[in-house]
């Protein structure tokens, strides 16, 4: 099946016909890949039964354990690694108010990380009769829940990885302790929970003018850009603000 639009060329249909053959070919071969990773041999058992922290209702911290993160009927658990502290040669601007403007730089949220959770924060609220989804990160129960109140995070939650190994544990973190924006996906089999996918992209060689994109399908932004004749722009990063927006 083909259309067409008012005043296009020949040559321009005759090209998009070209295109739309590639993209189903990459939407058969997307669907594949889904396929196989459901498919993938049972992952291994958790190494622990990791205890978490987060802020409640009431502003007290309170422990969370790997187990409780399953709600009755959810069988998968979505981890995002939140790089909060920042890489630490991250020199892009940090929050100008809040809580978080305090911090030192070197100490604050990763702003790329924050602009995939902008937008997974309405993601959240649609795929929680699903599944579980979770931000983890390393800095502070009290600092992460901060800063989710001055983004205005609604729907996400956030836990706090300190003191524990998980990050490392599950490529979140490197053996020189820089954070890492992995993706970690587990399933409750019964009473065990074992690892079951993860964004492993992140780790692998990327291909030259690429970056790794091991959550390039879940990342609207940049797969929004891919729509448009100028692509996406090589020469910019997310930043926490954008004076245009003002």
Not at 32 to 59: C, H, M, S, W
Not at 143 to 149: H, Q
Not at 155 to 184: C, I, V, W
Not at 223 to 239: C, I, K, S, V, Y
Request: charged share 25%; glycine share 6%.
């Amino acid at each position: 099946m083909s259309i067409t639009f008012p005043n296009e060329s020949a040559d321009y249909r005759a090209a998009r016909d070209r295109l739309l053959a590639k993209e189903l070919e990459l939407r058969r071969a997307m669907e594949a890949v889904a396929a196989e990773r459901r498919a993938l041999p049972q992952g291994g058992i958790a190494r622990e039964d990791y205890a978490f922290t987060e802020v409640d209702k009431n502003d007290s911290v309170r422990t969370v354990r790997l187990t409780e993160l399953f709600e009755p009927g959810s069988k998968s658990l979505v981890v995002y690694n939140f790089m909060f502290p920042r890489y630490a040669k991250d020199v892009r601007p940090g929050p100008k108010s809040g809580l978080t403007a305090r911090l030192p730089l070197k100490e604050g949220p990763c702003p790329s990380c924050v602009a995939l959770l902008d937008q997974l924060d309405g993601a959240a609220l649609h795929v929680k009769p699903k599944l579980n989804f979770v931000v983890i990160a390393k800095t502070s129960a009290q600092r992460l829940a901060a800063f989710g109140r001055e983004r205005g995070w609604r729907h996400m939650r956030l836990l706090s990885s300190a003191g524990t190994t998980f990050k490392r544990d599950y490529g979140g973190e490197t053996s020189d302790g820089d954070q890492m924006p992995m993706l970690n996906v587990f399933h409750r089999d019964a009473d065990a929970i074992r690892h079951s996918w993860s964004s492993e992209l992140l780790h692998a060689p990327s291909d030259p003018g690429q970056d790794y994109r091991h959550v390039g399908t879940l990342e609207p932004m940049w797969n929004m850009m891919d729509f448009t004749p100028e692509g996406r722009a090589t020469d910019w990063n997310e930043q926490l603000d954008y004076a245009q927006c003002h």
